[in-house]
């Protein structure tokens, strides 16, 4: 499927209907290029979940709990691991396994150790049709 988005709000607003609509134990992989609205799309998705705590990359801890929604959300930034083997050392299968919601960035960094079935969400800027302008592809595997 895809859907076009021309501005922040309609990239948010499909993370919230997609977080609404979210089950428990369902894995979201998150790919784009940076400042193409990869955080905006997160926030909507946490809300969609019922989240009203402020949600932001976790860049640094490589994955961020939210437990006060409708499911626990796991965001995940995995651009900075230097190897798949760090994913064990934070416990990813038991997280993408439970009955959270998974919402991994950059997945295609760890694509071997993904589950079998999860939702691929691409974001990809597309200029000539303006700066705001996004196209997203949502494909399940």
């Known amino acids: 499927?895809?859907?076009?988005?021309?501005?922040?709000?309609?990239?948010?607003?499909l993370g919230r209907s997609l977080g609404r609509q979210a089950k428990p134990g369902q894995v979201f992989t998150l790919t784009g290029d940076l400042g193409t609205g990869k955080t905006v799309f997160t926030k909507g998705m946490a809300e969609g979940l019922g989240i009203t705590e402020t949600v932001s990359s976790p860049t640094f801890t490589i994955v961020q709990v939210y437990e006060e929604g409708r499911l626990p959300f796991y965001h995940f930034d995995v651009y900075r691991i230097g190897d798949v083997e760090e994913m064990d050392e934070i416990g990813f299968e038991e997280y993408i396994y439970g009955e959270g919601v998974s919402l991994i960035e950059w997945a295609d960094l760890i694509r071997e150790i993904l589950p079998a079935h999860y939702t691929e969400i691409r974001i990809e800027k597309d200029l000539e049709k303006g700066f705001d302008y996004r196209r997203i592809q949502i494909c399940e595997y």
């Open 1 to 13: 499927m895809e859907v076009e988005s021309r501005s922040e709000r309609d990239t948010f607003e």
